[in-house]
C-alpha cells in the first residue's frame, strides 16, 4: 500500500462514524464466521444441500428448494407459519444461491393474495442434517438500519415425498 493509498483510507476512515465503523467490523466478523463454519462442515460433511427438497424451520415454516442449476443459482418457495406474523400459509417464491455447503436465500412478501411490502434474506450453512441461518427483514420505506429486524432459524429437512407449493401470481 502506498503512502496516498494509507493517507486515503485513513482520512476515510476517520471520518466514518462509529456506528458505520462498528457495522463495518460487525458484518465482516460475522462473514468470517459463517465461512470458518462452512469451511469445518466441508471438511465433516460430503453432503451438501440438494434440489427438491423441503426444509421445516423451529416454527414450521416451509422453505422447498425446487432447483439448484449449475452455476448454484436456486429458486423455490417459502411458506411462513410464525404467529404474530403476516403472509401466513401462502406460497412466496425464493431465489439465492447454493455453494456446497453455504447458502443464501431471499423472498419478496409479495404474491396475488397479499403484499407484506418487505422483503426477508437468510445466510447460512449446511451442517449435520441442518440449514442454520441468520435471517433480516426490512419493510418498504425504512430510513434507518434500526428499522431492520433479525434473527436466526435452524431448518431441518423434511422426509416425506416434496410437493413444491403452488406460488399464487
Given at each position: 500500500?502506498?503512502?496516498?493509498?494509507?493517507?486515503?483510507?485513513?482520512?476515510?476512515?476517520?471520518?466514518?462514524?462509529?456506528?458505520?465503523?462498528?457495522?463495518?467490523?460487525?458484518?465482516?466478523?460475522?462473514?468470517?464466521?459463517?465461512?470458518?463454519?462452512?469451511a469445518i462442515?466441508?471438511?465433516?460433511?460430503?453432503?451438501?444441500?440438494?434440489?427438491?427438497?423441503?426444509?421445516?424451520?423451529?416454527?414450521?415454516?416451509?422453505?422447498t428448494?425446487?432447483?439448484?442449476?449449475?452455476?448454484?443459482?436456486?429458486?423455490?418457495?417459502?411458506?411462513?407459519?410464525?404467529?404474530?406474523?403476516?403472509?401466513?400459509?401462502?406460497?412466496?417464491?425464493?431465489?439465492?444461491?447454493?455453494?456446497?455447503?453455504?447458502?443464501?436465500?431471499?423472498?419478496?412478501?409479495?404474491?396475488s393474495?397479499?403484499?407484506?411490502?418487505?422483503?426477508?434474506?437468510?445466510?447460512?450453512?449446511?451442517?449435520?442434517?441442518?440449514?442454520?441461518?441468520?435471517w433480516?427483514?426490512?419493510?418498504?420505506?425504512?430510513?434507518?438500519?434500526?428499522?431492520?429486524?433479525?434473527?436466526?432459524?435452524?431448518?431441518?429437512?423434511?422426509?416425506?415425498?416434496?410437493?413444491?407449493?403452488?406460488?399464487?401470481?
Amino acid at each position: 500500500m502506498n503512502n496516498t493509498t494509507l493517507s486515503t483510507t485513513l482520512s476515510t476512515t476517520r471520518s466514518a462514524s462509529p456506528y458505520t465503523l462498528f457495522l463495518a467490523v460487525f458484518f465482516s466478523t460475522l462473514i468470517s464466521i459463517l465461512a470458518s463454519f462452512s469451511a469445518i462442515a466441508a471438511e465433516d460433511e460430503t453432503v451438501s444441500i440438494s434440489a427438491n427438497t423441503q426444509w421445516i424451520n423451529e416454527l414450521g415454516s416451509v422453505l422447498t428448494i425446487a432447483t439448484i442449476d449449475s452455476t448454484g443459482l436456486l429458486t423455490g418457495s417459502y411458506v411462513n407459519k410464525a404467529a404474530g406474523y403476516p403472509c401466513k400459509d401462502t406460497a412466496y417464491p425464493v431465489t439465492g444461491w447454493v455453494d456446497g455447503t453455504a447458502i443464501t436465500f431471499n423472498t419478496l412478501w409479495i404474491n396475488s393474495t397479499e403484499s407484506c411490502n418487505s422483503i426477508t434474506a437468510w445466510t447460512g450453512f449446511y451442517y449435520n442434517n441442518q440449514i442454520s441461518t441468520l435471517w433480516q427483514l426490512v419493510e418498504d420505506g425504512a430510513t434507518a438500519t434500526s428499522q431492520i429486524s433479525s434473527g436466526n432459524d435452524a431448518f431441518t429437512q423434511k422426509t416425506s415425498a416434496v410437493v413444491a407449493p403452488k406460488i399464487q401470481k
